[in-house]
């Protein structure tokens, strides 16, 4: 059974930083797509970050270039997302995702994943 399990959401304040984390277990991950997403309230759950653990070829949304790093490592099937100069906006439950990879152009969409976890909840006050 695939799982995959978050951790590290906390409250900080703005231009801090956070270390999330995702533990993958029920399969093996070393060709897939892995990512990070987010949802606020009233809002649609959003790509933030995607690695392809096949070639390490990462995917970003504009609002997080230059501030988050996704990572990966096949051998212990983490996942993890580097959040520095957090900003308020970015707030909101991160989820991580898994899936064989989509076309490119769709590999920020959420209903492109088929496997979550349950979230991990980041707020940065100002």
């Known amino acids: 059974q695939v799982q995959l399990v978050e951790s590290g959401g906390d409250s900080v304040q703005a231009g801090g930083s956070l270390r999330l984390s995702c533990q993958g277990s029920?399969?093996?991950?070393?060709?897939?797509?892995m990512g990070w997403f987010r949802q606020s309230p009233g809002n649609e759950r959003e790509g933030v970050a995607v690695?392809?653990?096949?070639?390490?070829?990462?995917y970003y949304a504009d609002s997080v270039k230059g501030r988050f790093t996704i990572s990966h490592d096949n051998t212990k099937n983490t996942l993890a997302l580097q959040m520095d100069n957090l900003k308020p906006e970015d707030t909101a439950m991160y989820y991580c995702?898994?899936?064989?990879?989509?076309?490119?152009?769709?590999?920020?969409?959420?209903?492109?994943?088929?496997?979550w976890g349950q979230g991990t909840q980041v707020t940065v006050s100002s």
């Open positions: 029920g399969h093996t991950y070393s060709r897939h797509c």
């Open positions: 995702a898994a899936d064989f990879c989509p076309y490119r152009q769709k590999r920020l969409i959420p209903r492109e994943y088929a496997y």
């Open positions: 690695v392809d653990t096949s070639d390490g070829t990462t």
